[in-house]
């Protein structure tokens, strides 16, 4: 393996001393050529699990990706386009504790990149375990600056940080907090020098685990929380604005009686709040589903226009595991990380939807070197213009290495 130090990292604690671990310099790699296709990091290794979450920048020069276990108390591998080749740079956090840390739970990438935030939901603070911590880092000139942000009133078992989305312009970071009671979502805006708390968001249920998945427009204005807890594992989400923080707009459910349904596990929401998607990947014995809302200008529609429901191929695919939505709501990516493909048993695949202006069309994309347990589709992401397409492959066997992981590249020029 193959490391260069970098010493221009400079910390900001947001006065939350009582959590702060000492800081660790990023890593910068030789620079990197990538084509579409697997692509497996030459610095990951067995058991890394690389590809459990990833994110992709509005322009699609950049990328991250989130390996839970790397390390020891995991990492996140960031990519920079730089001519025609990517930069890889490895942040990490190695005096966290609790579980491991497992440093790069969730990421999330602003538009251009150069800003980004780690989730590690399972690490403590001031001495509460398993409160969590999220990890903000902007580029600036020649330097990597880093702001820690905690839960304003750590208590153990939050999981502060579980789920993350920032906007393109970095303005606005909304962070998921579903362990703490019913859970929490909390949204911080950035002013400049600090990250400061401006709404937190609840649910008044018990263990409904609100804030699990997390997602907001562009301009910060409104948000999609899911809770895939509510009414015991039945689950939703809502959308929430800035003029109703404690209120909300809308509840999407299934609509169909049971349980373990998990509705809200992932959900996403494009530009304005026109288009809203929330995966249920327990639906129906694990088929999962995928419910499109439309906004009219007033209320949350699903009987018209670009809303419907997408269904999982068969059984026990857990579809809707994860999903990601263009601004102009004309492509949607959602993943399938248990469809078995052939013997292969849960492999995994992704679905790619276009909208052509009166229908929604789709393509599954999967790995034709895949094998079973490889849980392609765990995480997905991709850019503004969906030219740039980046799918995690979380167990993914590479060279013998067990769970490695991998990420699976679709680059369309």
Not at 323 to 341: F, K, V, Y
Request: hydrophobic share 40%; charged share 10%; proline share 5%.
């Amino acid at each position: 393996m193959k490391i260069i130090a970098v010493s221009v990292f400079v910390t900001v604690l947001a006065s939350i001393t009582a959590c702060a671990p000492a800081a660790v310099a990023p890593i910068v790699n030789p620079p990197l050529t990538l084509t579409s296709g697997k692509f497996v990091s030459p610095n990951s290794d067995e058991y890394d699990g690389f590809g459990h979450c990833v994110a992709v920048s509005a322009d699609g020069t950049s990328f991250a990706v989130g390996a839970q276990n790397a390390f020891g108390y995991g990492a996140v591998y960031h990519y920079k386009k730089n001519g025609g080749t990517w930069i890889e740079t490895i942040f990490m956090e190695s005096n966290l504790s609790g579980l491991a840390g497992l440093y790069g739970t969730a990421v999330t990438v602003s538009g251009d990149g150069l800003t980004f935030a780690v989730g590690v939901p399972y690490t403590a603070c001031s001495s509460f375990a398993e409160s969590g911590l999220v990890f903000v880092y902007q580029y600036t000139g020649s330097k990597w600056y880093m702001t820690m942000l905690s839960n304003p009133a750590p208590q153990p078992g939050q999981h502060f940080g579980y789920s993350l989305a920032v906007t393109p312009d970095h303005s606005s970071l909304i962070i998921g907090c579903p362990g703490e009671g019913a859970g929490f979502a909390y949204i911080f805006t950035n002013t400049g020098t600090n990250w400061m708390q401006r709404y937190q968001s609840s649910d008044e249920g018990i263990r409904v685990l609100y804030g699990a998945s997390v997602a907001q427009t562009p301009d910060g204005g409104a948000w999609l929380i899911g809770a895939p807890g509510t009414e015991i594992g039945h689950g939703a989400a809502y959308v929430k604005s800035i003029p109703q923080p404690t209120g909300y707009q809308q509840k999407f459910e299934s609509g169909i009686p049971g349980g373990s349904q998990m509705a809200g596990s992932s959900v996403a929401v494009s530009s304005n709040h026109n288009l809203a998607a929330v995966g249920i990947p327990g639906l129906n014995g694990d088929q999962g589903r995928v419910i499109i809302a439309e906004y009219n200008g007033s209320v949350w529609t699903q009987m018209s226009g670009k809303s419907t429901n997408f269904n999982g191929a068969s059984l026990s695919n857990s579809f809707g595991t994860c999903l990601s939505i263009n601004p102009d709501a004309t492509l949607l990516i959602a993943g399938a990380p248990m469809a078995d493909m052939g013997a292969n048993t849960n492999q995994g695949a992704a679905y790619l939807y276009g909208w052509d202006g009166t229908k929604w069309t789709n393509m599954s994309i999967v790995d034709t070197d895949g094998a079973s347990e490889d849980y392609f589709g765990q995480s997905a992401a991709m850019s503004d213009n969906g030219r740039l397409i980046v799918i995690g492959i979380e167990g993914d066997d590479v060279a013998g290495q067990v769970n490695q992981g991998s990420v699976y590249i679709l680059e369309i020029k």
